[in-house]
């Protein structure tokens, strides 16, 4: 069976609401589906895109296709995820170095 795994639609009228979900390739968008993965509120914005990681890793091993508005949601939220973890880590660095330079006590001099 061919799958692709793509958003499906929920929600109301000007509300949308979409679920990631894994399906047969010749299912209609909001039909039938093998696995539900992740969820996406685009009012709240790509912050809300949540995956379980090691489901979409799997069906993705298994030759499951990303539809174009899947992959291009999953690029955009590992952009920011990449930009933003550097910051941190190089910020963390030297604090870590401050605290384990803080404990040496200095010598004094005996007259």
Do not use: C, N
């Not at 999953?74 to 404990?103: F, G, S």
């Amino acid at each position: 069976m061919a799958t692709v795994i793509r958003f499906a639609r929920h929600g109301t009228k000007k509300k949308p609401y979409f679920r990631m979900v894994v399906q047969d390739h010749r299912s209609p968008r909001d039909g039938r589906f093998v696995e539900h993965i992740g969820a996406y509120d685009p009012i709240k914005g790509d912050a809300s895109l949540v995956v379980k990681r090691d489901r979409l890793e799997y069906w993705l091993s298994t030759g499951a296709q990303l539809s174009d508005s899947v992959r291009t949601r999953l690029k955009m939220v590992m952009k920011q995820v990449a930009a933003a973890a550097p910051q941190k880590v190089v910020a963390d660095k030297p604090a870590k170095e401050a605290k384990a330079k803080k404990p040496a006590k200095a010598k004094t001099k005996e007259a």
